[in-house]
């Protein structure tokens, strides 16, 4: 079992920045895949982010604005977002799996709670 917390969501003006961290805990050796989503108001879940065979890949609503890192060590991963807008206000949720479509949230088997980032006009 993999267990995956968030951490360091809230409200933001617009052109403000935040970062999110998950930490991962359990059985995560075997974890190939990585990555962020979210979850707008009223939509489905999308892709932000994710790490998977040793690349990083970005939606392309957030390229140039969000960068997602992760430090095996410490079994952390993170999105730093900056110029933040009101469409980026999501429950943001990061997971898991140990093989997945990077882009396809169905495909991972391991979710944190999810954190909630607010951006105000």
């Known amino acids: 079992q993999v267990q995956l917390v968030e951490s360091g969501g809230g409200l933001v003006q617009a052109g403000g920045s935040l970062s999110l961290s998950c930490t991962l805990s359990?059985?995560?050796?075997?974890?190939?895949?990585t990555g962020w989503f979210r979850q707008p108001p009223g939509k489905e879940r999308e892709f932000v982010a994710a790490f998977g065979w040793g690349a990083a890949y970005y939606a392309d609503s957030v390229k140039g604005r969000f960068t997602i890192s992760k430090d095996d060590a410490k079994n952390t991963m993170s999105l730093q977002m900056d110029s933040l807008s009101p469409e980026d206000t999501a429950v943001y949720y990061c997971?898991?799996?140990?093989?997945?479509?990077?882009?396809?949230?169905?495909?991972?088997?391991?979710w944190g709670q999810g954190t909630q980032v607010t951006v105000f006009s």
């Open positions: 359990g059985h995560t050796s075997d974890l190939r895949f």
């Open positions: 997971a898991a799996d140990t093989v997945a479509v990077f882009y396809n949230p169905s495909t991972y088997k391991y």
